[in-house]
């Protein structure tokens, strides 16, 4: 069940996940917050230290590398993120392991009243006797996306040690702030400088995803009346009350992420903030059409119109931005990295799983962009929550799959 790679895959994980790199969606800076360049540095310092080429940080806060090839071949990127998502507390991280799982209940030191089971995550049944990561139960893991970091540094290491194994030239990446969506500079596909890449950003082992959401972000300003509430009738006009109602008239049985599934889309409410003058409310909208994303961002608007005009004193604006597409709409113009991923999956034993996945990746935007750029797994599930966990047999697999990745690619041009 042990493989070579497992106790560097596992130290590296639980090194990686022990920092906080937790990205800020109301920062401007880039990236958005400065601890993420904490782990940044410390990957420039492996890189350099296993002998990679061409190491750097870039003025937009990604890590790039090179493990150069020793046989002709296409240019592959490998790409992962370092941030963790902004839903959960990720700091104090305290990742644990558990040696050869026994099929039984998961406790949590920091949250004893928290519990991981197989019939609360299906997967663990498949992983009887396989050494898992958890955080403490107050905080997330961070494996989403730092096993994606460290599957591609354990696989980069190894071939960097292993002069014989016959491969291209390899671009690494390593992105900040994918969870707030700005992972991707308008300058990366050229800075990488490759012919197609993979994000190691997905979950159940064998997945290799092509289709995505499509996605867009939505601010909501409700602007009030403000006055002292001892003088206020007749005068006050409560900003939250309207966006209370906003939030409410939106269809709440059909058009949720917990009412929807497969191929449904959503519009959903991230946060508020704000007060009784003025209030800001967050919406992600999700589809995996076009058509169906400007649907839903017209139901959006039409709800604050139809508020707005109940209450003319009060100001509501409604500020939609893209965020990133469905990659599909590119990669069924040439599906061949795609196809090289299904095989790669197969050489390691598993049967390649490639659904419409409910979310996005840095291969959505770098795909849109002009780089091809297909998701793979890494193992990783129950994200952005405190029972997050991850198998380090399936983050072995998915480094295998790398690997076959750099190998099929030559093979491909023989």
């Known amino acids: 069940m042990r493989t070579p790679f497992d106790t560097e ?11 906080d790199t937790q990205s800020d969606e109301n920062s401007t800076a880039q990236p958005s917050t400065a601890r993420q360049l904490d782990l940044s540095h410390l990957l420039i310092a492996e890189l350099e230290d ?9 003025d937009y806060g990604v890590v790039l590398a090179t493990i150069p090839g020793n046989t002709d071949g296409p240019v592959m990127g490998l790409c992962a993120h370092v941030d963790t998502a902004p839903q959960f507390n990720a700091t104090g991280v305290k990742p644990r392991v558990i040696q050869g799982y026994n099929g039984g209940d998961i406790s949590f030191p920091d949250a004893p009243e928290r519990r991981l089971a197989p019939d609360i995550s299906p ?19 961070g494996g989403d996306d730092k096993a994606g970091v460290a599957i591609i540094m354990t696989a980069a290491k190894h071939l960097l040690d292993n002069p014989e194994i016959a491969h291209g030239e390899l671009r690494l990446a390593f992105t900040p702030d994918e969870e707030i969506g700005r ?54 006009v409560n900003a939250m009350h309207l966006a209370a109602r906003i939030i409410e008239t939106l269809p709440q049985t059909t058009m949720t992420p917990e009412t ?31 058509d169906g994303l ?29 965020q990133y597409r469905n990659m599909r709409y590119w990669l069924k113009n040439d599906m061949t990295p795609v196809h090289l991923a299904h095989e790669a999956v197969r050489d390691v034993g598993l049967e390649p799983i490639s659904v419409p996945i409910r ?4 291969g959505s935007r770098l795909t849109e962009m002009g780089l091809p750029c297909p998701n793979i797994f ?37």
């Open 123 to 141: 997967h663990l049944a498949d992983c009887v006797g396989h050494d898992l990561i958890t955080a403490s139960g107050t905080t997330l893991l």
């Open 359 to 362: 979310g996005g990746t840095d």
């Open 9 to 19: 895959l596992q130290t590296r994980l639980m090194r990686y996940a022990a920092i």
């Open 183 to 236: 992972g991707v500079d308008a300058r990366l596909p050229a800075d990488m400088a490759c012919d197609f890449a993979y994000t190691f950003d997905g979950s159940k082992p064998g997945e290799v995803e092509h289709e995505t959401f499509s996605a867009d972000r939505a601010i909501v300003t409700v602007t009030g009346v403000s006055i002292h509430p001892g003088w206020a009738k007749d005068k006050l």
């Open 378 to 414: 890494t193992g990783m599930q129950e994200i952005h929550g405190p029972l997050e966990w991850i198998s380090v047999q399936d983050m072995a697999k998915a480094t295998q799959v790398a690997l076959r990745l750099a190998a099929r690619a030559v093979e491909a041009v023989d």
């Open 260 to 290: 929807t599934s497969g191929v449904e889309g959503f519009i959903h409410a991230t946060d508020i903030t704000g007060g009784a003058a003025e209030t800001h409310i967050g919406f992600i909208i999700r589809d995996f059409e076009r």
């Open 294 to 322: 400007e649907q839903k961002g017209a139901i959006l608007r039409a709800v604050c119109d139809a508020i707005a005009k109940t209450e003319p004193r009060a100001t509501i604006t409604c500020k939609i931005t893209p």
């Open 50 to 58: 296993m002998g990679a080429s061409d190491v750097r940080l870039t």
